[in-house]
């Protein structure tokens, strides 16, 4: 049972619009999302993250929104990059809970020059 | 600071032998984590250590796996004996044990070990 989903293994966007990337959680507890990206033969770097108790955060070009209520998140990265162009993981974690995160299987982007 | 280092970077190696990942965590860091990363499921969290005891093992695949961790500077995780179906990119992560906000929040994760099972 994947309690955190992103369901669009890939997405392809033009440099200098917005790329939008989507995740959904089923656990209700989960209190501290968080944003990883992910470079070909490195391991994940830590973008962005969001407490439950706010519903957007912002980072400059990256915005992580987040829907309680439907258990939906998503990163905003504008302008797009060509250098953004990478796998990003969402993961979501309980923070009493031993600091245990869980990840999505995460959304390649590519971004087109 | 060096991050999070793993070794080997790529493994190869034939069905049935014994496999065995390092990793060394950041220094400070208290907690540790094993993920396995797969086309299909993504990252998955394989076992998890907080001061160097074992806290939730619950994603370790079978008892092929196993891993240790028997100072706060080394872990190791252990696969024996080695199936094609374990061929996957292993990730160790390792995070000072709280949440604190800000861009250093989360996980540092070392560059991972390639392993390949023929």
């Known amino acids: 049972d994947q309690q955190v989903k992103q369901n669009s293994p890939s997405l392809s966007v033009q440099e200098g619009r917005i790329s939008i990337l989507n995740c959904d959680y089923t656990?209700?507890?989960?209190?501290?999302f968080l944003w990883y990206k992910k470079y070909p033969a490195e391991g994940p770097t830590f973008l962005i993250s969001i407490s439950s108790i706010k519903d957007k955060n912002e980072d400059g070009r990256f915005t992580v929104f987040l829907n309680k209520s439907a258990k939906h998140l998503s990163l905003h990265i504008v302008p797009s990059q060509p250098g953004d162009s990478a796998v990003y993981f969402c993961?979501?974690?309980?923070?009493?809970?031993?600091?245990?995160?869980?990840f999505g299987a995460g959304t390649r982007l590519f971004v087109k020059a | 600071d060096a991050g999070v280092i793993q070794s080997p970077r790529h493994e190869v190696t034939e069905m049935g032998q014994e496999v065995t990942l390092r990793c060394k965590p950041i220094?400070?860091?208290?907690?540790l984590f094993w993920y396995r990363q797969t086309m299909m499921r993504g990252l998955e969290l394989l076992i998890y250590?907080?001061?160097?005891?074992?806290?939730?093992d619950s994603g370790m695949p079978e008892d092929r796996f196993s891993a240790k961790m028997p100072n706060a500077s080394f872990s190791t995780l252990k696969i024996q004996p080695s199936e094609p179906r374990d061929s996957a990119v292993y990730f160790c992560a390792s995070s000072p044990g709280r949440i604190r906000q800000g861009r250093n929040s989360g996980y540092t994760f070392g560059s991972g070990t390639r392993l390949t099972v023929v």
């Open positions: 220094s400070g860091h208290n907690s």
């Open positions: 250590f907080n001061n160097n005891v074992p806290i939730d």
């Open positions: 993961a979501a974690s309980v923070l009493t809970g031993g600091f245990k995160t869980i």
């Open positions: 656990n209700s507890m989960f209190d501290y």
